[in-house]
């Protein structure tokens, strides 16, 4: 059974900071490219960050640049989203994703999923 198992999210002010966890099966992580997305009420999915399976490579979408860190513990099968300076407009369901291929930032590539979570930022 492959699972994935996020962590982490809260209700914060702005300018604050929080760190997410995703937890993976073994199964799971081996080999993959681990992504975080976002979704906010009303609006699509869409990418914030990605890392690939060495950890060599991370990716980001341009609103969470400079502020968001993505990393990977691949002996803890684990993948984390760093976020600092929160702003408001981060506020949404978080999802944390694997995929072996394809484009990194589009989800329909991504094969498995998390449940989510919420992540609110006050102004």
């Known amino acids: 059974q492959v699972q994935l198992v996020e962590s982490g999210g809260g209700l914060v002010q702005a300018g604050a900071t929080l760190r997410l966890t995703c937890a993976a099966s073994r199964r799971t992580f081996n080999g993959y490219t681990m992504g975080w997305f976002r979704q906010a009420p009303g609006k699509e999915r869409e990418f914030v960050a990605a890392?690939?399976?060495?950890?060599?490579?991370?990716y980001y979408a341009d609103s969470v640049k400079g502020r968001f860190t993505i990393s990977r513990d691949n002996a803890k099968n684990t993948v984390y989203l760093q976020m600092n300076r929160l702003k408001p407009e981060d506020t949404a369901v978080y999802y944390c994703a694997a995929q072996t291929g394809g484009s990194y930032y589009e989800s329909p590539e991504y094969e498995y999923w998390g449940q989510g979570t919420q992540v609110t930022v006050s102004s």
């Open positions: 890392v690939s399976w060495s950890g060599n490579r991370r």
